[in-house]
C-alpha cells in the first residue's frame, strides 16, 4: 500500500498508535468485523469464493506472500544469525535456560509431559508401518524413487530445511547434545543404524549406489560445493584462517615432542579426552596432546593434556581462558598422582 511518489497517504501517516482518531477509526471497524464469517456475511463470502482454488501457482499475489514468507524463514530467523558467542542478548536467554531440566522447572516439566503424550499417544503414523498399514505402505511406495526433483511436496519440505542449523535453530541444536556421545556401544539407536549398515556397498544397496553415481565426476568445476570448499581452503590456509598467531604454527615442533611421549600423556589421562571425556576406542581417529601454554617447545608434563580433535580445535579459540582452565586441571590431576607415588 505503498502511496504515490507525491501524494498523500489516506491516513496522512498516522497510525492507531499516534492519533486518537486513528484509533476511535480502528476499533470502529475491528467492531464491524467481529462476528462476520461468509455464513452470515455476503462480503466475507464473496471474498472467500474469490479466493478458492488459489495456490502460488495460480496467483501471483499468493506468489508473492509465499515468496515473503520463505525470506522470513531463511533470512530472517528468531535470532536472525546471531549466537551466543556474537550476542549479548542471545547469550543471556541461553544462560537463562542453562540447566533448567523437567525436574527443576515446572515450564520444562509441562512442555516434556505434552511431548511425551503426543510422541507415544500421537505419532503421525499412530504407530502403523508399511508393513502394517495399506495407507502407510501406498504413501512409502509413492516416495520411493522420488527425489525433491520430481515431487513438489518433497521439495518443500527441503526448501524448508534450508538454512536451519544447529545455531539458528534450537531444536537442532537440542538434538545436537542429546547426540554427544553417543556411539554403537552406548546407545541402541545408534547400534541398529550401524548393524543396518554394515556390508552396505553400491553393488548391493540402492541408496549407497545413488549416492555413488550422484558423486561420480564432481569436480570444484561443475560443483558449487566442492567449489566452496576449496574456495574456503584457500581462504582459511595462513595468515587468513582465524586462529592464525603470527605463523607460529609453521613452527617445528620441538623434538622432544615424540611418540613415546605422546603415548605417555595420553596413558597418564586414560586415552580420554580431558575436556569431554570422549575415549580414543571410540573417537574417529588418534587423541591429540595438546600443550596448555601453546607453546610447542615447552614439553613438561605439566603442559601436555590429552585432547579430542573437536575439543582440540575449540582450544584453539579464547586461548587465555583454555590456558588457565588446563592448567587448573592438570594442577589438581598432578598433584594427585603425586600423592599416590608417595
Ligand atoms: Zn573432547
Partial sequence: MAPKKGSIPWNKGLSKETS???????????????GRTKENNAGVLAQSLKMTGRSKETHPGNMAQSLKIKGVKTGRSWNK??????NPIVAKISEE??????????????????MTGRKTGRAWNRGKTKETNASVKSQADKLTGHTKEDTPYLAKISEALIGRNKENEPAIALGALKKIGRTKENHEGVARGANKKTGR????????????????????????????????RKMY???????????????????????????????RDGYTCQYCGVEECNHWRGLDVHHVDYNKFNCDDSNMITLCNICNIHANKDREYWERFFK??????????MIYEV
Fill in 328 to 337: 587448573d586441571k592438570l594442577t589438581v590431576k598432578l598433584n594427585k598422582v
Fill in 237 to 267: 590456509r595462513g595468515s587468513w584462517h582465524p586462529n592464525w598467531i603470527d605463523g607460529r604454527s609453521y613452527l617445528p615442533y620441538d623434538n622432544k615432542f615424540t611418540k613415546s611421549l605422546r603415548k605417555r600423556i595420553k596413558e
Fill in 201 to 232: 556397498t553400491k553393488d548391493n544397496h540402492e541408496g549407497v549406489a545413488r549416492g555413488a553415481a550422484k558423486k561420480t565426476g564432481r569436480t570444484k568445476e561443475t560443483h558449487p560445493y566442492l567449489a566452496s570448499m576449496a574456495e574456503k
Fill in 20 to 34: 486518537e482518531v486513528m484509533m476511535v477509526i480502528s476499533k470502529k471497524v475491528s467492531d464491524t468485523l467481529t
Fill in 81 to 86: 544469525g546471531m549466537t551466543k558467542l556474537t
Fill in 97 to 114: 535456560l542453562t540447566g533448567r531440566t523437567k525436574e527443576n522447572h515446572s515450564g520444562v516439566k509441562a512442555q516434556s509431559e505434552k
